[in-house]
Nanobody, 133 residues
Framework: QLQLVESGGGLVQPGGSLTLSCAASGSALNYRAIGWFRQAPGKEREGVSC????????IYADSVKGRFTITRDNAKNTMYLRIDRLQSADTAVYYC??????????????????????????WGQGTQVTVSS
């Protein structure tokens, strides 16, 4: 059973940067789509970025394009979210998520990932990011 654990959150000043990590255990991240989501107080959980199961294709929400960078290191079984030029609107609990293994990826067929919650069966517990001066 895949388990995900986020780390790297904290209190950051506006304009600062940080990198969130999501370490996987119990199974490999290979052949899975992975994504980062966030939930601000009183708001729905929203997808901010994802990376495909094969080929490394990425998608970013419009609100984070140019500031967020998602990466994965299958050898370390870890995914990352680099956040630059942090804004107060980025304050939220950030969650990583992974899909079940995708058959197309095993066959080396590129399939786009999604920033919607459907299809992601495995979730971390979340890490808080607070942007404040």
């Amino acid at each position: 059973q895949l388990q995900l654990v986020e780390s790297g959150g904290g209190l950051v000043q506006p304009g600062g940067s940080l990198t969130l990590s999501c370490a996987a255990s119990g199974s490999a991240l290979n052949y899975r789509a992975i994504g980062w989501f966030r939930q601000a107080p009183g708001k729905e959980r929203e997808g901010v970025s994802c990376i495909s199961s094969y080929g490394g294709d990425t998608i970013y929400a419009d609100s984070v394009k140019g500031r967020f960078t998602i990466t994965r290191d299958n050898a370390k079984n870890t995914m990352y979210l680099r956040i630059d030029r942090l804004q107060s609107a980025d304050t939220a609990v950030y969650y990583c998520a992974a899909s079940p293994p995708i058959q197309a990826a095993i066959l080396k067929i590129r399939v786009p990932c999604s920033t919607t919650r459907g299809g992601y069966d495995y979730w971390g517990q979340g890490t808080q990011v607070t942007v404040s001066s």
